[in-house]
């Protein structure tokens, strides 16, 4: 199983940038996948997941109302929206998929990781 993500880069503050996570091995159909990020010396923080099983989403608090997260069965992809960017939205963000159909923001949920991509937002 192989997960890549793609699509981080530098922004400026109230831009957009979509992230896209690809996988193989798995079908995302069946698995629940989350966006996380993380930054030197603090915790990897969940910000969103979808469902496997109906597509449902979850956000946290901080990224509610400007990330979308969505996905493409047929391409096996899922995609982060993440509009009106802030200088704090700037981490290593990295995909998931949890061998569960219900979703989750917590990291020892998650049994296959990609490797992350960059998004700096900044002036």
């Known amino acids: 199983v192989q997960l890549q993500a793609s699509g981080g880069g530098l922004v400026q503050p109230e831009g957009s940038l979509t992230l896209s996570c690809a996988a193989s091995?798995?079908?995302?159909?069946?698995?629940?996948v989350g966006w996380f990020r993380q930054v030197p010396g603090k915790e990897r923080e969940g910000v969103s997941s979808?469902?496997?099983?109906?597509?449902?989403?979850f956000y946290s608090n901080s990224v509610e109302g400007r990330f979308t997260i969505s996905r493409d069965i047929a391409a096996n992809t899922v995609t982060l929206q993440m509009n009106s960017l802030k200088p704090e939205d700037t981490a290593l963000y990295f995909c998931?998929?949890?061998?569960?159909?219900?979703?989750?923001?917590?990291?020892?949920?998650?049994?296959?990781w990609g490797q992350g991509t960059l998004v700096t937002v900044s002036s």
């Open positions: 091995g798995l079908t995302f159909e069946n698995y629940a």
């Open positions: 998931a998929a949890r061998n569960n159909r219900w979703y989750s923001v917590k990291t020892n949920d998650y049994d296959y």
């Open positions: 979808i469902k496997g099983f109906d597509g449902s989403t």
